[in-house]
């Protein structure tokens, strides 16, 4: 029996081409709450970030299993709180300002960018998403980074990697990563909410179609690609459903509760 769903934002709660949820999507949160299924975000977003959606959610993993808090009830409640370590966000401001890379930093509430270049900027435009405030380097050094968006190739991943052994980088684009504390990803953020609402790895399902859902998808009980998914994404899923903008989450759910 399925008690739980967890949803990605980007290219799966929201269409790259419109930016909105889709009627669809509004219609299959609207069956899954009728019977009973907890709803639950799940994103490399942080919360300043997440657009007002008219659909609820129970609770949400954030900035790749970041920071994972409940929605349900007020006041909110933390339920993971794993920044990435100060030596390794030390370490990558240096190779930031040594090799003039552009960064984006996310702390609990807030997000800067420093060295802002063209692919900041069309990667502001796709996701739809405003510009950080933009802060000398040397300003940042003092936060408590949840997340570093690195705006670099693949390329660089291997000898980056290298010099942060207390993070992981969840790729989900050609031109940028993610990098967080190791041991975050949505899968830990889920069974951190799991075992907080009392539900099993198996009642759960999960939608997603990036590279930092694929730990996710593995999790789920039933793992769901979108039909917009890359074929390394589409490997780790269970089902394959239609594309954002051909109401995939909503077919997949007509499927799995007819």
């Known amino acids: 029996m399925i008690k739980a769903a967890f949803f990605d934002i980007d290219g799966t709660l929201l269409s790259f081409a419109t930016h909105r949820v889709s009627e669809g999507t509004i219609h299959a949160f609207d069956l899954l709450r009728r019977l009973g299924v907890r709803t639950f975000l799940s994103t490399g977003r942080p919360e300043i970030l997440i657009p007002p959606m008219p659909i609820t959610f129970d609770a ?10 409940t929605l349900c009830n007020a006041p909110r409640e933390i339920l993971l709180s794993n920044p990435i370590p100060s030596p390794d966000y030390q370490r990558l401001l240096q190779v930031a300002k040594k090799d003039h890379l552009c960064i984006m930093v996310f702390d609990h509430k ?9 692919t900041a900027h069309a990667i502001q435009r796709q996701l739809d998403m405003p510009m950080p405030p933009v802060v000398e380097l040397d300003s940042l050094t003092s936060l408590t980074a949840f997340q570093v968006i690195v705006f670099t190739t693949a390329d660089s991943d291997e000898a980056m990697g290298h010099l942060l052994p207390g993070c992981r980088m969840p790729r989900w684009h050609a031109l940028f990563t993610d990098v967080v504390a190791d041991g975050n990803s949505k899968a830990s953020g889920m069974e951190v909410i799991c ?7 198996d009642e759960t ?3 997603g179609d990036g590279g930092n859902d694929i730990e996710m998808l593995e999790w789920a009980g039933i793992g ?10 589409k490997k780790h899923a269970n089902l394959i459903t239609t594309d954002v903008d051909h109401e995939g989450i909503e077919q997949a759910i007509k499927q799995l509760f007819a």
């Open 60 to 69: 949400a993993i954030t900035m790749n299993g970041g920071l994972v808090y």
């Open 205 to 207: 399902i999960a939608f």
């Open 224 to 233: 769901i690609a979108m039909g917009n998914a890359s074929d390394e994404v």
């Open 110 to 118: 807030n997000m800067f960018v420093a060295d802002p270049n063209d």
């Open 195 to 201: 075992r907080h609402f009392g539900i099993q790895q």
